[in-house]
């Protein structure tokens, strides 16, 4: 098993005011969803996957690890390219040992899919984040399917999950929007005989649909008639290993473009960004606010729609952000808190309740963090409200990341745009998703510092 070299621990970190614009034109790192689904259908499928342009960010670095585990061989390969030996459907063996995901929740939920189908034990645990957060979503589910659980109170990790010996196929209405749960109940329907079928009300991002038509399994997805969407996948797929290239992830993309947003005179142009529609909420949004956005050089790699985007600084004001929108732009709310600070006027960000169930309870990270910076907000039952004066926020204050990535990045963001520093207490989450953010911001201007 071969990893990159570990990653720098970061600790706490300093942002000073900018006090000139941000530019350049820069890449940010692999997307998250789809490096993970990269290693794990690779896994599963037959012969050698290829991928280049990997995350290599911790919480993918725990999905290749647990990849090994099950006998499947990821190896580095270079930068941003590992290779995958697939074992094949219906053969993964039983991890020797207890696998430990970290902060990824993405890892955990589609893990355990892949496990219920198999017949084989593993004990999973993670982080103090990843034991907080809620596994019941997919332990009832996979449960109905065959899988045995045995989990703490409160269905958290660390969990025991022994895989069904004749799964069962069902049809399952998502409970909550999410395509975690969507992706852990499709990947058991791979090695379940017959159709298995999820309905999700509002369209989750649909990374997994993807790159399983693209690995060679029949993924069916039509129109339900109660609304919303019915996706089947037929079990005991041939996969059959295919190459993948990772577009760079919006999700990170977010954190310099809105600062060029944000700070007066900035031009920043992210390439190479992963632009499907199921991930671009952000962008309707910050659109509606008046931004100057622009996607450029539009096209498809590797099945999946990428786009050149050029944020240029204009004042921005506030609006009323739909709850439909939330399942698109699930991840950006902490970086749209950030814009809607800097906006003159009212925005409403409706329906976020799965917000309390991320990394941290980021509703009220995000909350709380604003008011510590000066910024009016208030949450309001699953809404939060930001009112801004279109004017600095003041900051001068330290943000507690409760080891969540994207509260720390966002408010650092926040500090380049604020009046007086801000500092967050720990930096180190930030190297589950967006490892090199430091740098990158600091290549376009910004001036961000370990505090000693
Ligand atoms: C992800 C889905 C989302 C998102 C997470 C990645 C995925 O979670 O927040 O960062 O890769 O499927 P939910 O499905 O819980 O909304």
């Not at 069904?164 to 196929?169: I, K, N």
């Not at 999700?200 to 991002?205: C, D, K, L, Q, S």
């Not at 190459?243 to 190479?272: K, R």
């Not at 809404?383 to 990535?405: F, M, Q, S, W, Y």
Request: glycine fraction near 12%.
């Amino acid at each position: 098993m071969v990893h990159p070299a570990p990653f720098p621990r970061l600790t706490a970190l300093a942002v000073a005011p900018c006090s000139r614009p941000l530019t350049g034109v820069t890449r940010v790192p692999g997307d998250k969803s789809i490096s993970h689904r990269a290693l794990m259908f690779g896994a599963l499928a037959v012969g050698r996957t290829e991928i280049s342009g990997l995350l290599e960010g911790e919480d993918v670095l725990a999905t290749a690890t647990a990849m090994n585990a099950f006998g499947a061989v990821a190896t580095r390969t270079g930068d941003q390219r590992w290779t995958v030996d697939g074992v094949g459907v219906g053969g993964l063996a039983e991890p020797e040992d207890v696998l430990d995901l970290g902060n990824s929740g993405t890892s955990a939920r589609l893990l355990l899919g892949m496990l219920a189908s198999h017949p084989i034990t593993a004990f999973v645990t993670g982080d103090a984040s990843l034991r907080r957060r809620p596994m019941g979503r997919v332990v009832e589910p996979l449960s109905r399917i065959g899988a045995r659980f045995v989990t703490r109170e409160g269905t958290r990790l660390p969990l025991v999950v022994s895989g069904a010996v004749d799964p069962l196929p069902i049809v399952y209405w998502l409970p909550v929007p999410s395509a975690q749960v969507k992706s852990s109940v499709l990947l058991a329907g791979l090695n379940t005989p017959g159709e298995t079928t999820v309905i999700e009300p509002n369209a989750t991002r649909d990374h997994t649909e993807r790159m399983l038509r693209h690995f060679g399994a029949r993924v069916v997805t039509e129109p339900e008639e109660a609304g919303g969407r019915r996706i089947t996948v037929e079990g005991f797929p041939e996969l059959t290993a295919a190459p993948i290239i990772v577009p760079g992830d919006p999700s990170s993309a977010a954190f310099p473009l809105v600062a060029a947003l944000i700070i007066a005179g900035s031009d920043v142009t992210v390439e190479g960004v992963g632009v499907n529609p199921l991930r671009t909420g952000l962008l309707e949004c910050l659109s509606e606010m008046g931004a100057d956005i622009a996607l450029v050089n539009q096209r498809e790699e590797g099945g999946e729609p990428v786009a050149d985007i050029r944020a240029r600084a204009r004042g921005l004001i506030g609006a009323d952000i739909p709850a439909e929108r939330a399942p698109r732009m699930i991840d950006e709310y902490p970086i749209l808190a950030v814009a809607a600070a800097c906006a003159r006027g009212r925005t409403i960000m409706r329906g976020l309740a799965e917000l309390r169930v991320k990394e941290s309870d980021r509703l009220s990270g995000i909350a709380s963090g604003l008011a510590s910076c000066g910024v009016r907000v208030a949450a309001d039952g699953d809404n939060l409200i930001v009112d801004g004066d279109g004017d600095r926020p003041k900051g001068d204050a330290l943000i507690e990341t409760r080891l969540d990535h994207r509260i720390a990045m966002a408010f650092l963001v926040l500090g380049l745009a604020a009046r007086k520093p801000v500092r967050i207490d720990d930096g180190a989450p930030i190297a589950t998703s967006f490892p090199g953010f430091i740098g990158l911001m600091s290549a376009l201007g910004a001036s961000i510092s370990e505090e000693g």
